[in-house]
C-alpha cells in the first residue's frame, strides 16, 4: 500500500499536494498526517473532491486510510 508522508508539510501545500496523490494513485493508500486535526480535515476535504473518504488508522492515530466510500 502507498503511504504518503505530509509530516511536516505546511498546511498551505496540502491541497496540491492531496490532489496530484489522488489523481496517481488507487485507493487504499495511507496518509501519515501526525496528530494534527487540522491536516486531517484538509486530507478528508480533498480526498472527498475525489469520491474518497478518510478513516483513522486504528494503530497510529497520526496516519488515515485514503478508502472510496461505501
Given at each position: 500500500m502507498v503511504t504518503i508522508d505530509l509530516h511536516g508539510v505546511k498546511h498551505e501545500h496540502v491541497e496540491s499536494i492531496m490532489i496530484g496523490v489522488c489523481a496517481e494513485h488507487t485507493a487504499?493508500?495511507?496518509?501519515?498526517?501526525?496528530?494534527?486535526?487540522?491536516?486531517?480535515?484538509?486530507?478528508?476535504?480533498?480526498?472527498?473532491?475525489?469520491?474518497?473518504?478518510?478513516?483513522?488508522?486504528?494503530?497510529n492515530p497520526g496516519r488515515v486510510v485514503v478508502d472510496e466510500n461505501r
Open positions: 487504499p493508500f495511507i496518509v501519515i498526517t501526525g496528530n494534527s486535526p487540522q491536516m486531517k480535515k484538509l486530507v478528508a476535504e480533498v480526498v472527498n473532491n475525489f469520491g474518497l473518504s478518510i478513516r483513522d488508522a486504528i494503530n
